[in-house]
């Protein structure tokens, strides 16, 4: 009898274990097909000029790697500027963005006012609205501001944003109203309560936003493109742009030019998605 209740068991075993096994193999399938032009891209960027890059099979491991490439396009480009000035940049955005957001999402919220609700609609409503419309006024605005060949101009367009507005408000909504009633007895003011336990409180969110932020600043090129000519302003897709002019096609060198681009970005996702996922509401700080 005892057998015959075991068979069953096992049979079940097997099978969620085959279940696994496929969805496993699934998703290792998929990584691999999602990665394989960035290995593609590191590995084209350590070839020595013997080795020929668009064999098929394609050759992932470089037989004779070196970082001539690196070198050649460190030296012959400024890329130390270009690296500099996307560094502003996206700290800049990622601040005022965070902040701006978050002051607008607060009252969003938490407090209640007429026409908060269109209000909000109205605001994730422009998120359907692609840039390439908006662009020519955004244009148009900023050389009328005199923000042309500027750091600001680069970063006006991104100063806020709907999507952000969304993700803070619907954070802020979260926060348990107890946390704001206790700050609030406290003799909290507003300016208070959102700085002191409604911000700590999202800091996932917050979080989670500025990754998002930093990286679309960063990997930004049309802007850069239409708002800068100067080369003293260049980002660095602006920068990675010239070496195929400057190098007539030389994928080596520009595949080192885009590793130095995207490693800032790896980097910091890999030392921010610990944050992303919250494992519990954070405590106010009494004001």
Sequence with gaps: ????????????????????????????????????????????????????????????????????????????????RYLFNSTLVAILTVTLNLLFCALAAYPLARLDFRGRDWMFTAIVATIMIPFQIVMIPLYILTVQLGMRNSYLGIIFPALASAFGIFLLRQAFQGVPKEMEEAARIDGCSELGLWWFVMLPAIRPALVTLAIFVFIGSWSDFLWPLIVIDRPEFYTLPLGVATLAGTFSLDWRLIAAGSVISIAPVILVFLLLQRYIVPTETASGVKG
């Design 1 to 80: 009898m005892s057998r015959i209740k075991a068979q069953p068991q096992l049979n079940r075993n097997q099978r969620t274990l085959a279940r696994y096994v496929l969805l496993y193999g699934l998703l290792g399938a998929i990584a691999i097909v999602m990665l394989f032009p960035l290995l593609w891209l590191i590995s084209t960027a350590f070839k020595s000029s013997s080795e020929n890059i668009f064999q098929f099979p394609p050759q992932l491991l470089p037989s004779q790697p070196t970082v001539e490439n690196f070198v050649q396009v460190w030296q012959t480009n400024p890329f130390g």
